[in-house]
């Protein structure tokens, strides 16, 4: 083993127990990540990805294949060119197969250590490792040797069976390991000899002892050292032994560099999470943040001073008008006016629409803009003047911008952000990353069968009819309707996202678990007004007004490809049209899941409708399919409903 690869052993044995479980995993790349980054702390040369799988399959191999646990079991023979495409885990590294390793690593280089290495000159020897005059050294002069400048009892028995070990170059992929063969003899060896020597060994009954001598068989007897005495670690590295290291059993690293390195660790994100946050930075359009006015003699101001479009709820400002009364005065310019001109321009304003019903003494309206009887309604409604200076081209801005130009806008930046090389879970071929067109089927949910959709969607997010005492303006489902849908058959593995209502979120748990699923989670959506606002007066809710909802978060199956840590479980947004949900949770699920994956919307209106989702709902225009297996599965379920 060279020193890389004693490098890797040591990575491994130090961290075995924080490198199997969360947030590591056992993910062989992450455990390459974490490696490269505790190599980095330690200053020491790289290890390509390709070396490290190498070196691992070499560490499995020397130790008779029974040292690192993986899932699949054939894991470390698969050769994966891209650590992005590797999602095979280690569920188990066996630390006393890997101390025997090193022991034995290190007595080889140390048997064939020249004399002059304790001499006090610093010289190593290390150069004299590799060669054939060392690799046929009697067995008698290794014994020597190292019985005189380290007698470790169980080590100096090893050295019996061991011929030196030749250094390997692993920078040009190619492995030389003549010797591989000895070693595994002399692990095999050494565990006999421990065995015949602890035959008659007392067991210690106590738990601490018993903790100590599985230790103490585990790491051997501590070796004698004098002050000029070689660490064999040292010696690979061509340094002379710094005397307080030599409490440290298996590493170079002291115990307070040790602990620098764990917290490093720690502290440190998971490469594919900060690479997964980028991508998704990139990725995703952000709409500017404008201040509103808090100013109320702006908003009465400005109430003679604009029109208001009552299809829209959005303002003009009467340019001419506001410009002729700031120059009213030739002499002097109306301050007041000017200073109104000037917030205009950066701040969104919200003016009080009077129209001749309007009753000020009864305040504000609690729908405002989503008002369904907004010219007799006899609350008070706002119109919403946009800054003066915001883009032309900004989608809040210009509220008669076309849905279809807002979604191109939306994937123009998708797909001028080129970044495909870095991501988990996805083909590098751009072309097959790309999303389908929108497509729906209006159907009753309860009457189609589920097979027709597939049941391979990435995402389904269903926001089903529950019934509550409201009345709406489409059909509900009793709660054993709901459950009678196969939902079960959607997924092999994914997300699903159920949106609840304040009863029913107890019974969405319940019907999630029975559907298969393990609730995770729940994203709510903070609701707030035209005015920005928090929703705090009465539309829904017994006790306390409804100022918020919830959607809980589920899961299934082997989940590994969902990207973590992007979103939060917070949507703060405003409320819409009875029962619309924000647009917020497509950009939260699209981060999720990634593109590329097929998504499913059940009991979807047509607004809901988007590129790369299927919609499902029986208030959808017709239905629209591209997918050609879907389109078969659709078209046969029809003929067999017809005939
Ligand atoms: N999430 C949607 C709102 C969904 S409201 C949005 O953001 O706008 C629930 C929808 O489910 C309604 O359109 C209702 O007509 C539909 N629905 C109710 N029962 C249904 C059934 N049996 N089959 C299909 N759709 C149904």
Not at 50 to 70: A, E, H, P, S
Not at 495 to 518: A, H, P, Q, S
Request: charged residues 25%; glycine residues 6%.
């Amino acid at each position: 083993m060279d020193r890389k690869g004693l490098e890797i052993v040591k990575f491994l044995l130090d961290w075995h127990y924080l490198l199997t479980e969360p947030p590591v995993n056992g993910s062989i790349p992450e455990i390459y990540f974490c490696f490269v980054c505790s190599v980095y702390s330690k200053g020491k040369d790289k290890v390509s990805w390709l070396q490290f799988m190498k070196y691992l399959r070499l560490i499995d191999k020397l130790c008779n294949g029974n040292t690192l646990v993986c899932i699949p079991n054939y894991a470390l023979s698969q050769h994966y060119e891209d650590l992005f495409r590797c999602f095979d885990r280690i569920t188990y590294i066996n630390r006393l197969s890997l101390a025997l390793l090193l022991r034995t690593s290190q007595n080889l280089h140390y048997s064939q250590s020249p004399p002059n290495s304790r001499d006090g000159t610093g010289n190593s020897g290390v150069d004299n490792v590799s060669g054939e005059s060392s690799r046929h050294m009697s067995p008698s002069t290794s014994i020597n040797s190292t019985s005189n400048s380290r007698p470790s009892s169980a080590g100096s028995a090893v050295l019996n069976f061991v011929s030196p070990i030749k250094s390997f170059e692993g920078t040009d992929g190619t492995f030389e390991q003549p010797h591989e063969l000895d070693i595994v003899e002399t692990i095999n060896l050494h565990y006999q000899r421990k065995k015949l020597e602890d035959v008659n060994y007392q067991i210690p009954v106590g738990k601490s002892e018993r903790l100590k001598y599985v230790m103490n068989l585990i790491e051997g007897d501590k070796p004698m050292v004098s002050e000029n005495d070689i660490y064999p670690i040292k010696m690979i590295n061509n340094k002379r032994l710094v005397p307080k290291d030599i409490n440290d059993t298996y590493t170079l690293t002291t115990k307070s560099n040790r602990l620098e390195q764990l917290e490093y660790l720690l502290n440190t994100e998971c490469s594919s999470h900060s690479l997964q946050r980028e991508r998704a930075r990139l990725r995703t359009s952000v709409l500017p943040f404008y201040d509103c006015c808090e100013d109320n003699e702006h908003s009465s101001l400005l109430s003679t001073l604009v029109t208001f479009d009552k299809n829209t709820s959005f303002c003009k400002l009467n340019e001419d008008k506001i410009n002729k009364i700031i120059h009213e005065n030739k002499d002097r310019v109306n301050q007041r006016f000017l200073q109104l001109h000037k917030c205009c321009e950066v701040k969104m304003h919200f003016i009080p629409i009077v129209q001749p019903q309007t009753d000020f003494k009864l305040g504000d309206c609690s729908y405002l803009d989503t008002c369904h009887k907004i010219s007799s309604c006899r609350y008070v409604h706002y119109g919403q003047l946009m800054p003066l200076k915001a883009d032309a081209g900004d989608v809040i801005v210009n509220s008669n911008i076309s849905e279809e130009r807002k979604l191109k806008e939306l994937y123009d930046i998708k797909e001028n952000i080129r970044i495909w090389d870095f991501t988990r879970g996805e083909s590098v071929c751009s072309y097959l990353n790309c999303e389908l067109p929108a497509q729906w089927i209006n159907c009753d949910l309860m009457k189609i069968d589920f097979e027709v959709f597939g049941n391979d969607f990435g995402v389904v997010i269903a926001d089903p009819s529950w019934t509550i005492h409201m009345n709406l303006s489409y059909s509900s489902l009793k709660d054993d309707e709901l459950l009678s849908l196969r939902m079960d058959k959607l997924q092999r593995d994914g997300i699903f996202l159920l949106w609840v209502t304040g009863r029913t979120i107890e019974t969405g748990r319940d019907f999630l678990t029975k559907w298969g699923y393990n609730v995770i989670n729940q994203i709510t959506w903070i609701k707030t007004s035209q005015l920005i606002r928090t929703i705090s007066t009465g539309r829904t809710g017994h006790w306390l007004n409804h100022s918020k909802e919830h959607l809980l978060v589920a899961v299934k199956g082997d989940i590994k490809w969902i990207n973590r840590s992007i979103d939060s479980q917070i949507m703060i947004s405003s409320t819409r049209e009875t029962s619309r949900k924000p647009d917020e949770i497509y950009g939260i699920v699209e981060r999720l899941v990634g593109p590329g994956v097929r998504k499913l919307e059940i009991f979807g209106r047509q607004h809901n409708t988007r590129p790369g989702w299927l919609t499902v709902g029986n208030q959808l225009e017709g239905t629209r399919i591209v997918e050609r297996e879907l389109l078969q599965r659709y078209e046969a379920w029809r003929r067999s409903t017809l005939g």
